[in-house]
């Protein structure tokens, strides 16, 4: 259900690392529980974020939420798709739907973030 080669955070989002660059975006859940995504606010590019600082927000039916940086780094890019098809969360939350690509600063944050099996654990407690 969720890409064994991401990390997760307890607020849902997911990271994906490719040598000192990782694309961010919300986990399948996270859009599930939100419902449809109707707008998302993102960060200019050469915005620096720090690990858990929020990243942007976004905006369903239901709700309107944070998404928060799993790892410290700076926007290099942004999800253009997103103004045009913020739908794009639902359809394809691992995906499509990406929010940000990040230039990482310190690659040691990531042993804070959770495996995929690690996420699918902490996921049925949430459920029970």
């Not at 990271?15 to 200019?44: H, S």
């Not at 890019?77 to 690509?101: A, C, I, M, T, Y």
Request: glycine content about 8%; cysteine-free; hydrophobic content about 35%.
């Amino acid at each position: 259900m969720h890409p064994d080669d991401f990390y997760y955070t307890k607020d849902h989002e997911w990271i994906k690392v490719e040598d000192d660059k990782a694309t961010v975006g919300i986990t399948d859940f996270a859009q599930k529980q939100l419902g449809d995504v109707v707008y998302v606010e993102l960060p200019k590019v050469g915005t620096q974020l720090e690990f858990h600082q929020s990243l942007g927000v976004v905006e369903s039916v239901k709700a309107v939420s944070d998404v928060y940086s799993p790892i410290s780094g700076e926007v290099s890019e942004v999800n253009q798709g997103l103004n045009d098809s913020p739908e794009l969360v639902n359809q394809d939350p691992h995906g499509k739907g990406w929010f940000v690509r990040l230039k990482i600063k310190n690659k040691d944050e990531l042993e804070k973030l959770m495996s995929a099996d690690e996420y699918e654990k902490f996921l049925e407690g949430i459920e029970d």
